[in-house]
């Protein structure tokens, strides 16, 4: 099974500021979607930013982007210019392309505080 | 803009007891899936449904929990026995393919 580390489990950014936030993950597979979601204090995930592990090219959404090292099974998400709202649990994610399941595998999260 | 609903936020139930969870995923989504989280910890994955079948499940999901589809729009989450350690936040979620998964805002379930 497919497994999903991040080894921040909090980090802290000031208003403005860029902050990364680092991912590792372990699969034998060459085709796969990686994902960071964000679950702000009202519970519901929502979708940051995906990667298509065929693509070489970093995925980019705004002030979001990633950083995608296949070789070296790495996905960290780099939040520019950081803002109050952007304080949230983020998860790591990685799912099959090929899996009949297609089930997202989550790391345990890295919890980031924001301040003024 | 579309958006996948649970109900109930919150349910509080004894042990032993059972419990339906339940979900309206967007309705073009062909995926369903359930996830839990305990409190402060990891989102850990339960089932995927398919065409009207589980496509996959992981060990939590024992013969405790099952899972229904049981009109065009509703997909539940059953547990027939509750028990301590299932007290969690119960996340369902739908995509269309191999895409993002969307999620709903969760079920509290607190077992006493």
């Known amino acids: 099974a497919q497994t999903v580390t991040q080894s921040q489990p909090e980090m802290s950014v000031q208003e403005a500021e860029t902050v990364t936030l680092s991912c590792t993950y372990d699969t034998s597979e060459s085709d796969y979607y990686l994902f960071w979601y964000k679950q702000p204090p009202s519970r519901q995930m929502i979708l940051v930013i995906r990667?298509?592990?065929?693509?070489?090219q970093n995925a980019t959404e705004n002030r979001f982007s990633v950083n995608f090292q296949k070789a070296a099974k790495s996905f960290s998400l780099k939040i520019s210019d950081s803002q109050l709202g952007d304080a949230a649990m983020y998860f790591c994610a990685y799912r099959s392309a090929w899996n009949s399941g297609y089930a997202l595998n989550f790391g345990k999260g890295t919890s980031l505080l924001v301040t003024p | 803009e579309p958006e996948v609903t649970q109900t109930p936020s919150h349910q509080v139930t004894q042990m032993g007891q059972e419990v339906i969870l339940r979900c309206v995923p967007i309705?073009?989504?062909?995926?369903f899936y359930w996830y839990r989280q305990i409190l402060g910890q990891k989102v850990e994955f339960l089932v995927s449904f398919y065409n009207n079948e589980i496509s996959e499940k992981s060990e939590i999901f024992d013969d405790q929990f099952s899972v229904e589809r049981p009109d065009g729009s509703n997909f539940t989450l059953k547990i027939r026995s509750t028990k301590l350690e299932d007290s969690a936040m119960y996340f369902c979620?739908?995509?269309?393919?191999?895409?993002?998964?969307?999620f709903g805002e969760g079920s509290r379930l607190t077992v006493l």
């Open positions: 979620a739908s995509s269309e393919w191999a895409g993002e998964l969307f």
């Open positions: 990667q298509e592990a065929y693509k070489q």
């Open positions: 309705s073009n989504h062909l995926y």
